[in-house]
């Protein structure tokens, strides 16, 4: 098991060579056997904190802490930014604003399955959103 800081937040997280949690109501999920989703962040231009809508999602932001998007992916976080910047199957917020990846705020939340990189994404967000980062993504 890999030591990260996500494993306070987010409890165990299973090794890709792990397949004792592959049986699910008796039949073999492949995610389990073969996890290649990522958690990553993005961080994105201050001007986006004029957005009302994320205005109401981050009432305690800190102006001193970096925006954020927090998603989720099966490609290399790097194509899905690239993706995100080009418009393709993108977040506007991501498009218009996003600068750069953040790996270090996701260190530790690769390769997992699909349903633990879900539970992953909203965790993350909401731990970096109560340290007062302005947050967008995060479902």
């Known amino acids: 098991m890999r030591a990260t800081i996500w494993t306070d937040l987010l409890g165990p997280l299973p090794l890709a060579e792990d397949t004792t949690h592959g049986w699910q109501q008796g039949t073999w999920n492949r995610e389990m056997t073969n996890p290649h989703h990522s958690v990553y962040v993005i961080e994105l231009d201050p001007a986006v904190r004029e957005r009302a809508r994320l205005q109401r999602l981050n009432p305690e932001a800190d102006p001193e802490k970096p925006c954020v998007y927090v998603g989720m992916t099966g490609l290399d976080p790097e194509e899905r930014f690239e993706n995100h910047k080009a418009g393709y199957r993108a977040s ?29 994404e909203a965790d993350l967000a909401a731990y970096l959103r109560q340290n007062g980062y302005f947050v967008a993504g995060g479902h």
């Open 92 to 120: 506007p917020v991501v498009r218009d604003f996003g600068l750069r990846l953040l790996p270090e705020l996701s260190e530790g939340l690769e390769n997992l399955p699909y349903e633990l990189a879900l539970r992953a």
